[in-house]
């Protein structure tokens, strides 16, 4: 097998994970993000790694692509001009929504509005009944009136979302029918194709996002494969999904919202991979990027999955690793708010112009800058492929302490503190608010800035150590390396768990084929495939349901009804801290998942020349006390086993690790770095 090669695209930069399975060699590589077209900077990338490393592009035989399209395309309102086809009596269910307030105790703050205007959606003649039947047959006239309707106007796509078309999809797909026939261009986004269950508001906005992505993502996709294929023509390309499993580049462009938390859903699985391997399985991820902080909790090296979120504002209904994101990264602008407090985010500065530090013309003072001022961060990134202008860090930072009367140091370690209690916040919200206390468990900082920040909000939390993965600015790119093929199917049958069951089986029975199906078209061999279930399930009355994951000891099938009573009330004990044995319990969904496994690259190997002294020394402010003389190590030298003693810092091509006094950092054998504090 050739090189498998992840790719993740970020707000600044684009990272590059390159592992060969034969010689088990493993290459990494940044180069700047081109926010206008993506693809540029991967196929930047991959040149440079073709030119500097020797990656044989030619022998390529995966490359894996982590993307920010989808979301970026939502968050700024670039997506298409659409049309939606909804049951008569339905068209202002997408302004109704569930009628709750964003943010409960603020009566200005609403929901964004509508991405379809009133006088472009139009109703239907027909109607299916709660339990799949056809209470009222959608007539072939009333479906080619209203494909005649779309053809009349100027939209790009449409998204059909017809009352209960989960349980029976015959009416959305003669009216998909009627409008191919009439006007076969446009791009179609059908609820029962999309995510078929219950819950009619979250199913109609999931598949309205799904139509609104499609045309900016179906372009890209198609420059993407253009560009990759030219550069590698036997390559297959795998998407990733916000569950965290890839998807060949034509399911991307035809479910587009699966990819709406694409690159931070690689990360977690970076990390989960690290996690299993170093032999920390439990660890809270903290992902920090130049724009934004991802958090999520990992036990048994395997991530929270949640089946229901909001991306920009929009509810989606669809499996997504359970990642908590707020505004706050190393671009993350400093300034004072209408209170007159100093304020750190969510504005970024991002890629162009980016910190001042970057010498792009950013002029406003981001925690980068502040870091730059603090001695943190190096004067040279990318292995000196990039400068860092700390006299414009200075002059940045500097109106931020005139105007407050302090110092610049105490400025800029003001900076830093405000962006830690923000992001501190972000790890609480996934654990202690969650009913889970954070001090067992290990802090995995990854991201380029990161292992910068790592340690202080460790030490907040009261955790035991912090983990440091061997290319902590790349992990989310060597995510999509360690990635497996996925894809999901889900059926909502809802049936009391003390019940028949045989609806539910059959249902069941006819998702596994439907993954045996997609294991054939895909090539998957059988010692490579694996299969996930998950059964939603709820006590009866209850207004929403928990996934209970059936572990693989049950093989294919459905457990006894009574095996299932005791997983749902082990996980509604984990949940929420209590259970009813006594109470009846329902089953709502079934999600059943088809794994195709690729290759394990195992942990890194040594191959540097080992160091065990530090060639060069800086003054860094880790506090207020003052700035202290600290070593510096470039990682790469740093052989397993290797101890180092704060203050210290250690910098390698994709990050910088600080390492404040009276703490102590050990390599590992997996060339991790597990920083705790010293005896």
């Known amino acids: 097998m050739g090189w498998l090669i992840g790719v993740d695209v970020g707000g600044t930069f684009t990272d590059l994970f390159a592992f060969e399975p034969e010689s088990r060699r493993i290459v990494v590589h940044k180069v700047p993000s081109t926010p206008a077209d993506p693809s540029e900077a991967i196929v930047a990338g991959l040149e440079e790694l073709s030119r500097r490393h020797?990656?044989?592009?030619?022998?390529m035989a995966r490359f894996a692509h982590g993307t920010t399209v989808a979301t970026n395309a939502l968050i700024q309102?670039?997506?298409?001009?659409?049309?939606?086809?909804t049951t008569k009596g339905f068209r202002d269910l997408l302004e109704i929504g569930r009628q709750i307030r964003p943010r409960v105790y603020d009566i200005q703050t609403d929901y964004p509005p509508p991405l379809i205007p009133r006088e472009r959606r139009l109703e239907v003649e027909e109607r299916v009944g709660s339990r799949g039947e056809v209470l009222g047959e959608l007539l072939d006239a009333e479906a080619e009136r209203v494909a005649a309707e779309v053809a009349r106007l100027d939209v790009d796509g449409v998204a059909i979302c017809l009352l209960f078309s989960f349980l029976n999809p015959e009416h959305e797909q003669q009216v998909a029918e009627a409008i191919r026939r009439v006007k076969p261009e446009l791009l179609l986004s059908i609820s029962s194709d999309v995510q078929p269950e219950f819950r009619e508001y979250e199913r109609l906005s999931t598949t309205v996002l799904n139509a609104y992505l499609q045309p900016q993502v179906t372009r890209y996709m198609e420059r993407l494969g253009a560009a990759v294929g030219k550069l590698t023509p036997g390559a297959a390309i795998g998407i990733n999904q916000s569950s965290g499993g890839l998807m060949s580049i034509d399911r991307a462009s035809r479910f587009p919202v699966r990819t709406?938390?694409?690159?931070?859903a690689a990360g977690v699985v970076g990390a989960a991979h690290v996690a299993r391997l170093s032999g920390h399985p439990d660890i809270i991820t903290f992902d920090m990027g130049g724009t934004s902080t991802d958090v999520c909790l990992v036990r048994g090296a395997k991530a929270e999955m949640s089946f229901g979120r909001e991306v920009a504002g929009f509810p989606v209904r669809m499996p997504a690793i359970d990642i908590h994101t707020i505004g706050a990264g190393g671009g993350s602008i400093a300034h004072f708010g209408p209170d007159g407090l100093l304020k750190v985010g969510p504005e970024s500065a991002g890629a162009v112009p980016g910190p001042?530090?970057?010498?792009?013309?950013?002029t406003a003072p981001t925690v980068s800058d502040a870091n730059v001022v603090l001695?943190?961060?190096?004067?040279?990134?990318?292995?000196?492929?990039?400068?860092?202008?700390?006299d414009a860090s200075v002059r940045a930072v500097q109106p931020i302490a005139d105007k407050l009367g302090i110092s610049l140091e105490a400025a800029a370690l003001g900076i830093v503190r405000i962006v830690n209690a923000n992001m501190m916040r972000a790890i609480r919200a996934v654990s202690i608010e969650r009913g889970h206390d954070p001090r067992p468990f290990v802090l995995m900082p990854f991201g380029g800035?990161?292992?910068?920040?790592?340690?202080?909000?460790?030490?907040?939390?009261?955790m035991r150590a912090v983990l440091v993965p061997p290319s902590p600015g790349i992990l989310c790119a060597q995510g999509l390396v360690v990635a497996d093929l996925k894809e999901?199917?889900?059926?909502?049958?809802?049936?009391?768990?003390?019940?028949?069951?045989?609806?539910?089986r059959s249902e069941l029975a006819r998702l596994e084929a439907r993954v045996a199906e997609w294991w054939r078209t895909e090539q998957i061999r059988p010692g490579e495939a694996r299969r996930e279930l998950v059964v939603d399930m709820r006590y009866i009355g209850q207004n929403y349901?928990?996934?209970?994951?059936?572990?693989?000891?049950?093989?294919?099938?459905?457990?006894?009804?009574?095996e299932l009573a005791r997983l749902f009330h082990a996980t509604h004990e984990r949940s929420y801290g209590h259970h009813n044995a006594a109470a009846p319990i329902e089953i709502v969904n079934l999600r059943v998942s088809g794994i195709g496994r690729l290759p394990d690259i195992g942990a890194p190997h040594f191959a540097g020349s080992p160091a065990t002294t530090a060639e060069r020394s800086r003054t860094v402010w880790f506090s207020g006390d003052g700035a202290v003389d600290s070593r510096v190590y470039w990682r790469p030298d740093l052989a397993p086993g290797t101890e180092i003693d704060g203050p210290a810092i250690v910098e390698q091509l994709d990050a910088t690790t600080t390492i404040p006094p009276s703490y102590r950092a050990v390599v590992d054998a997996g060339l991790n770095l597990v920083i705790g504090a010293a005896s």
């Open 260 to 264: 709406a938390l694409s690159g931070p």
């Open 449 to 462: 800035a990161g292992a910068l920040h790592a340690i202080e909000l460790a030490e907040e939390l009261g």
């Open 488 to 504: 999901s199917f889900v059926a909502t049958c809802r049936t009391p768990l003390a019940g028949d069951l045989g609806h539910v």
């Open 375 to 390: 001695g943190r961060l190096p004067t040279e990134l990318l292995g000196g492929d990039m400068r860092l202008d700390k």
């Open 356 to 362: 001042a530090c970057y010498g792009r013309g950013g």
């Open 54 to 59: 020797g990656v044989d592009l030619g022998g």
């Open 545 to 562: 349901e928990l996934g209970v994951a059936v572990p693989d000891s049950h093989g294919d099938g459905l457990p006894p009804a009574s």
């Open 77 to 85: 309102r670039r997506g298409g001009r659409l049309a939606l086809i």
